[in-house]
Structure formats: C-alpha cells, structure tokens
Nanobody, 115 residues
Framework: QMQLVESGGGLVQPGGSLRLSCAASGSILSFNAMGWFRQVPGNQRELVATITSGGSTNYGDSVKGRFTISRDNGKNTAHLQMNSLKPEDTAVYYC?????????WGQGTQVTVSS
C-alpha cells in the first residue's frame, strides 16, 4: 500500500517561508498527479496546488504567485515552497496523489502563520 508522509510544517511569522515535502513509500512515476490540499477545522478541504506527471501545475487562487509546487521523480517526493505566508494560510496541509482511479492521502502537517 502506497504511503505518503509530509514534513516541513511548523510555526512561521507572517511574510516568512516554509517548504513542505511529501515522501512516497514507492515510485511516483505512476502517479497521474500529486498535490497539496489544506483544511481548517470546520471548513472543507481546499485545493492548494497540483502537478501532473507531465509537469503541468494548477494553484488555488489564494496562493497563486506565492506558492510553488514541484516533484522529484528520482527521489519519489513532491515539494511545496510557500513564500510570503499570511495568517490565513494557517491550516493542516495534506499531500495527495492520484494513480488512475486510486487516491492516496498523507496524514497532514500543521502550518501556523502567526507573530
């Protein structure tokens, strides 16, 4: 069973940066897409960014121009570089991967943006 493990979350001041990583337990070459979603308690899970196997990217409107998603097929990882962080970016961030009709989710990593 494929597993996804996130890392890199933490506490950062407004305007700061964080880099999240998502490590897969196996090869990600078969993933049609990988991505990041986030969730605040009481709210629905929200798209942050996705990247396809071909390298096409898609971003949620609230993070465009600030966040960058990438994937390293050789290391079976995906990354989310988050710059110019705002308090409203505070959430649990989940790594996501899709392999045809099968979806995989990580357990999440907390990101808190606060002074």
């Amino acid at each position: 069973q494929m597993q996804l493990v996130e890392s890199g979350g933490g506490l950062v001041q407004p305007g700061g940066s964080l880099r999240l990583s998502c490590a897969a337990s196996g090869s990600i070459l078969s993933f049609n897409a990988m991505g990041w979603f986030r969730q605040v308690p009481g709210n629905q899970r929200e798209l942050v960014a996705t990247i396809t196997s071909g390298g096409s990217t898609n971003y949620g409107d609230s993070v465009k121009g600030r966040f960058t998603i990438s994937r390293d097929n050789g290391k079976n990882t995906a990354h989310l570089q988050m710059n110019s962080l705002k308090p409203e970016d505070t959430a649990v961030y989940y790594c996501y991967a899709r392999q045809w009709a099968t979806e995989y989710w990580g357990q999440g990593t907390q990101v808190t943006v606060s002074s």
